[in-house]
């Protein structure tokens, strides 16, 4: 069973920045398109960042130039990196892992992210 355990999140200001972090366990890591999802108090969650397993990236209109969605294959891990945090950023911070190889896909438990004055 892959896990995805995911590190980073808390409280900033706005305007500051922010680096989550998602480790999984595996050997496929190469072979997974990976995301970052998130979902406010009383929203449905939704896609924040994607990253293909080529390197291709997508991101909401909502964080265009302010989030970049990166990959380390060697180390097991995808980070999200924000810059520019607003209120409206505040959410649980979620990682998904799609493996094309066995098409199962994982999630992970979670950071709240929170951008207060």
């Known amino acids: 069973q892959v896990q995805l355990v995911e590190s980073g999140g808390g409280l900033v200001q706005p305007g500051g920045s922010l680096r989550l972090s998602c480790a999984a366990s595996g050997s496929n890591f190469r072979f997974y398109v990976l995301a970052w999802y998130r979902q406010a108090p009383g929203k449905q969650r939704e896609l924040v960042a994607g990253?293909?397993?080529?390197?291709?990236?997508n991101y909401a209109d909502s964080v265009k130039g302010r989030f970049t969605i990166s990959r380390d294959n060697a180390k097991n891990t995808t980070y999200l990196q924000m810059n520019s945090l607003k209120p409206e950023d505040t959410a649980v911070y979620y990682c998904?892992?799609?493996?094309?190889?066995?098409?199962?896909?994982?999630w992970g438990q979670g950071t709240q992210v929170t951008v207060s004055s």
């Open positions: 990253i293909t397993r080529l390197g291709s990236t």
């Open positions: 998904n892992a799609k493996d094309t190889i066995t098409m199962n896909t994982y």
